[in-house]
């Protein structure tokens, strides 16, 4: 009985060791779940530098430790909140390892698993299933990358296309160097954690704008569902769903092109999205939040830019550079009398500017740097726009392709009479593009001409004064036989008269 009374006592120890343990197994994540969420709410209170500009539109307070809202054709910052701090990118690491094996690779093409690619992820993280020695094509890859967010998968295209899944993480910095990004270091293919791998909001929207130029990428991001059966190297039915809310539908949007989510314990919350509207294309990019507000923040940053400003176009709405005539040609019209001008402001350029401003509460600056710069070789300058010091967009000054500006790049001079030191050829305090090219061009085709003349001159009179030579010299011979019979024609015509 006393066996049986320590028994009893035991068991009911043990119960309550185990209730006890149970009830703080089960408080802990709730716990971590509002510590973390009052750390998103604390993280609203933190300055959004976009909305220090002055008579900027003010944009919304959210969670997100890092934000930011772009304008992907004119790179315009909308939307600012400690873009240059850096952020672990999680999953959001693929668009830029999706962008390298796109750019290097067939979609066609042939990826095998190895051991490493499989077995160096680590449990638990995301993954398709994908075995050693297994196979599928880079198409196949790239849906399994933007769709499902597989790590063994994204391991597997940089062996293969790279060799080396270090020497892929290299490839991958290189190209975001080639894309601008100054503050990021990429350790791995997938995202999964590392101290030192690491972007910043405005590093990974300048990535985000080169993912969302290509049309395939896109596409791919934008899925929600995708199927890839059974082969003779891969033996399994893989369904692909997204876990992109937005994607989904979860939380429909109008104009929602795409997007790449990213989660880690670490990282927090992270998403990288697109979408597009009259004309108007904008990425954001939320790091450091607490799920669903990743969502809800692109939702509100979205709303913030297409309610809040206006495409512009610049060669419709600019005044103050112009194109002046030269002496000899009407700039208007080429040297074959097109209608094209053979210099002139890229019509497709814009500027995004608030609904509060017109194109004239703009400042402009010129610049003559265009080496490296796409299109450099019809490129004369660059006219940079800004409002409150923020940049806006640029406009680009082109030779038409007929003109080699590489030719004539040091006739052209375009000036500013708003400058402190304004050259004294301006008028009326506007900015004046003088086209000394024309002027280069008419001198050259004025020298042709009057060399042709020239030669026409000299060539006829050359043939006149033979012409009058041979002629003399005829009449010479004449007059020297006529001597030599003793009479001449008048004298023989007037023997046959006296005949008569």
Request: hydrophobic share 35%.
């Amino acid at each position: 009985m006393r066996y049986n009374l320590l028994q009893k006592t035991g068991m009911i120890g043990i119960c309550i060791i185990m209730c006890i343990t149970n009830l703080f197994i089960q408080a802990k994540p709730v716990y971590a779940d509002t510590d973390y969420a009052q750390e998103a709410e604390n993280r609203k209170s933190l300055p959004i530098q976009s909305n220090q500009i002055e008579n900027w539109p003010q944009g919304p307070q959210i969670g997100a430790g890092g934000a930011i809202l772009m304008e992907a054709n004119t790179g315009t910052i909308l939307y600012a909140k400690n873009i240059d701090d850096r952020f672990y990118p999680a999953s959001t690491t693929k668009i830029l390892t999706s962008l390298v094996a796109i750019e290097n690779s067939e979609m066609n093409e042939t990826v095998s698993f190895s051991q490493e690619a499989v077995f160096s992820i680590g449990k638990g993280t995301s993954n398709m299933g994908m075995d050693v020695g297994q196979t599928i094509s880079m198409e196949q890859c790239l849906y399994g990358i933007l769709v499902y967010s597989a790590n063994e998968v994204c391991n597997a295209v940089g062996e293969h296309i790279a060799g080396s899944i270090e020497g892929y993480v290299d490839m991958m910095n290189q190209k975001a160097l080639e894309l601008g990004c100054t503050n990021s270091h990429f350790v791995t293919t997938n995202g999964l954690h590392d101290e030192n791998h690491y972007t910043t909001p405005r590093d990974l929207a300048t990535i985000a704008c080169a993912f969302f130029s290509n049309q395939t990428l896109t596409k791919m991001s934008n899925t929600n569902h995708y199927y890839i059966p059974p082969t003779a190297t891969q033996p399994d039915d893989i369904d692909l769903w997204t876990h992109n809310s937005l994607t989904a539908g979860t939380y429909p949007y109008d104009g929602y092109i795409g997007g790449k989510t990213g989660f880690t314990s670490d990282s927090r919350q992270t998403l990288v999205s697109c979408a597009e509207r009259n004309g108007i294309k904008l990425i954001c990019v939320i790091m450091q939040e607490e799920s669903p507000n990743q969502f809800l923040d692109t939702i509100a940053l979205f709303d913030y830019g297409f309610n809040n400003f206006q495409k512009v176009n610049i060669a419709e709405n600019e005044t103050n550079y112009t194109i002046s005539d030269s002496d000899l040609f009407n700039t208007d019209s080429d040297l074959f009398f097109s209608n094209d001008p053979i210099i002139k402001i890229d019509p497709s350029d814009n500027v995004i500017i608030p609904n509060t401003i017109t194109f004239a509460d703009l400042t402009s600056t010129l610049s003559y740097e265009t080496a490296g710069l796409e299109g450099s070789d019809s490129l004369l300058a660059t006219i940079q726009y800004q409002y409150q010091g923020q940049n806006v967009g640029k406009a680009s000054i082109t030779l038409t392709p007929a003109v080699n500006s590489s030719q004539f790049e040091s006739d052209a001079k375009i000036v500013s009479a708003n400058a402190i030191d304004a050259p004294e050829n301006t008028f009326g305090g506007g900015k004046i593009i003088f086209i000394n090219i024309l002027k280069v061009i008419g001198i050259i085709i004025l020298i042709l001409v009057l060399l042709i003349i020239s030669i026409f001159t000299y060539a006829f009179c050359k043939n006149y004064n033979f012409a009058r030579r041979r002629r003399s010299r005829i009449n010479r011979k004449r007059r020297r036989k006529s001597h030599t019979y003793g009479f001449g024609r008048n004298k023989n015509s007037d023997n046959r008269l006296n005949f008569k």
